[in-house]
């Protein structure tokens, strides 16, 4: 047996998320097909660093697998990518160690999430950024991009529908916000991120952005652990699990 | 009755093409029917400057039609673009003499190709740019375009498909080749445009670009006036109608 490692991208916006359901269509459903069938039928189980929501996008996911193949690295990129189909990339095959696991073994993860900040939704942009026609002060945001940042309860800013059990504690090791042209990009580096985490943060950044709230609430949001204190999860269409990392070990 | 002229814009690849055909989804299925719903099941037709193909965009496509209502210009805007889908999204209203006509009166029309030229397709880009490997010479193409521009027989350039009646004369006031990052753009700025006649262009410009043909060949293929000496149509995600051009009467 070989553990193979695979780092993947997906659009989105045609998928029921990453996660495999009955009579779907999901990123999960449509690898372990083409898996499958490249194993002749034997079913093949895909584990991945995480999943992402329905519309939420992939530059980077990281998946792993085994497979009694003895098959060189090019050609399982093109075999899988010559069965998937053009939402969906395999970039690059390497062998893991066969200890290593995708979700377990993380060390960082890096989402980032984009908001189209113009009078005027575009037709182009609306799989793949939140139409936000609102004004919104930059300087603010970035204020309390700072204050989000180092080891923290993320209670508030994550879905109440996050299972109960495991500390909501993570660490956020780089929060930042910038705008060129009408796009802004929020980037988010992190040892783990809480079911809805970004979608949640960016929806009150947004809100500190229009003067809604202080930059310097985010303390007292954090201190309260209590998702009911801040406003709506922004939609999935802006956001780009972007890059998932591993130790050296792997 | 009032004339109103609209600039609508479309990201195509969820449409059946422009033109209205039963039970598919077209640009003019669902702008008619809005306006029929707006009219109170009156039926309301539209005229555009041209059709596109299945999966061809618009930036700047023109439409008009007729109306008996007496609303202000931004109120149709608004109640148009509350009735459409977020693929398809009305710019601009103005109202026109009772002469306009979106299709006879254009004066130039911009299209624009973009191919996606990396050795790896990006599956954000698989709707909106040709993704096309091969490495090419932007100089030669560029050569190829200054031999286009001016009015010619544009037959070899127009689909076998294409009504047989009418000039196959057309001028092309500018042709260009750009390339930036892995984006190359071409521009077409003309008079009006055959079937298929900017896809099949292209095809022979991206020939040119491989070293397949010299870019004097141009002359030769557009004197031959024969489909048959060049190779295949583009696919239609590369291509946008930028901009539609009318006289200054309107």
């Given at each position: 047996m070989?553990?193979?490692?695979?780092?993947?991208?997906?659009?989105?916006?045609?998928?029921?998320?990453?996660?495999?359901?009955?009579?779907?269509?999901?990123?999960?459903?449509l690898l372990e097909q083409a898996l499958t069938k490249m194993h002749k039928g034997k079913p093949v189980r895909i584990q991945a660093s995480g999943r992402t929501d329905s519309g939420v996008h992939a530059k980077g996911q990281t998946i792993h697998f085994d497979s009694p193949y003895d098959i060189p690295l090019y050609n399982w990129k093109q075999a899988l990518n010559t069965l998937l189909p053009n939402d969906l990339y395999v970039k690059q095959v390497a062998f893991a160690s066969d200890t290593f696991h995708a979700r377990y073994d993380v060390v960082e993860k890096e989402y980032r999430y984009y908001v189209w900040n113009e009078k005027e939704p575009d037709v182009f942009k609306r799989n793949y950024a939140y139409f936000f026609p609102y004004s919104l002060n930059i300087e603010a945001i970035q204020k309390a991009c700072g204050y989000l940042e180092g080891t923290h309860d993320f209670t508030t800013f994550s879905s109440a529908k996050a299972s109960a059990k495991g500390t909501k504690q993570r660490t956020l090791y780089a929060v930042s916000c910038g705008k060129q042209g009408s796009e802004i990009e929020f980037i988010f580096r992190g040892s783990g991120f809480l079911y809805n985490m970004v979608r949640i943060i960016v929806g009150v950044l947004l809100d500190i952005g229009q003067g809604r709230r202080q930059p310097s609430e985010i303390h007292d949001l954090l201190a309260k652990k209590d998702r009911r204190l801040v406003g709506e999860t922004v939609?999935?269409?802006?956001?780009?699990?972007?890059n998932v990392r591993y130790g050296e070990v792997d």
């Open positions: 070989v553990r193979v490692k695979c780092i993947i991208k997906y659009d989105g916006s045609q998928f029921s998320g990453f996660q495999i359901q009955p009579k779907k269509r999901t990123v999960q459903g939609p999935p269409e802006g956001l780009y699990l972007w």
